[in-house]
């Protein structure tokens, strides 16, 4: 699959960086290095994938975002900084981004990144009905990327029929109740995985971010879906 692949950012090192290891893996990638140039990109031609840095010189990977949003492109999207905090990574996800990561990034960490997105993010027709409880979970988490909430709790609620119990599961409905406001359940459901996994790396990450928000204001922990990259 030759995947389409929009690098925004306006340091050009960082966009020779990420397109000479993208480019390797047969990816066709495009660059830009504004918000403005971002936009045109998008209306010129389609991607299946934009990488975006949190601060551009005209503004920012969330006002990429949000015009991208406003005018229903709903491209799949990574946002990268190196100034992470809660309030930033809440916004991302609610606009729609899919994960939120810090520089530096070494080139496997990106390639692995790149194609557990794009693998996640392929047309629906070609898709065939998850049935598995990884299938499942895996769906519930793709439609989480693409704010379709409710039928991301319907695959979450169909794969606890398959396991009763699950930390997976229960990590990913925190990040449900989180992204809706709802911040006593999100620790709750967090906690219930904990409980189940005391060593659950996602649902730790996930509640630590809750924890420092209430605690200082702000965190430097993004949404943690338990994808697992190296």
Avoid: W
């Amino acid at each position: 699959m030759n995947s389409r692949i929009l690098i925004v950012d306006d340091e050009p090192n960082i966009r020779l960086t990420f397109r000479t290891a993208l480019e390797t893996c047969g990816y066709t990638v495009r660059e830009a290095s504004s918000v403005d140039e971002a936009i045109a990109a998008f209306a010129a031609e389609k991607y299946d994938l934009a990488i975006l840095d949190l601060r551009l010189g005209d503004g920012s990977g969330l006002d990429v975002l949000a015009r991208m949003r406003s005018d229903a492109i709903l491209t799949p999207c990574v946002m990268i900084t190196a100034y992470g905090n809660v309030r930033n990574a809440v916004e991302a996800m609610k606009l729609g981004a899919i994960d939120f990561l810090e520089k530096p990034i070494e080139p496997n960490a990106l390639r692995a990144m790149v194609a557990d997105v794009i693998s996640r993010h392929f047309p629906r027709e070609d898709r065939e009905e998850p049935a598995t409880f990884e299938e499942l979970v895996n769906e519930a988490k793709r439609l989480i990327n693409i704010r379709e909430f409710s039928a991301a709790e319907n695959r979450l609620a169909s794969a606890l029929r398959l396991t009763g119990r699950s930390p997976d599961a229960h990590n990913l409905y925190g990040v449900l109740h989180e992204m809706r406001g709802d911040y006593d359940s999100a620790k709750k459901e967090y906690g219930e995985a904990i409980k189940l996994e005391s060593r659950h790396e996602a649902a730790q990450q996930n509640m630590r971010r809750v924890y420092e928000l209430f605690t200082f204001g702000r965190s430097r922990e993004p949404f943690n879906l338990g994808d697992k990259r190296k």
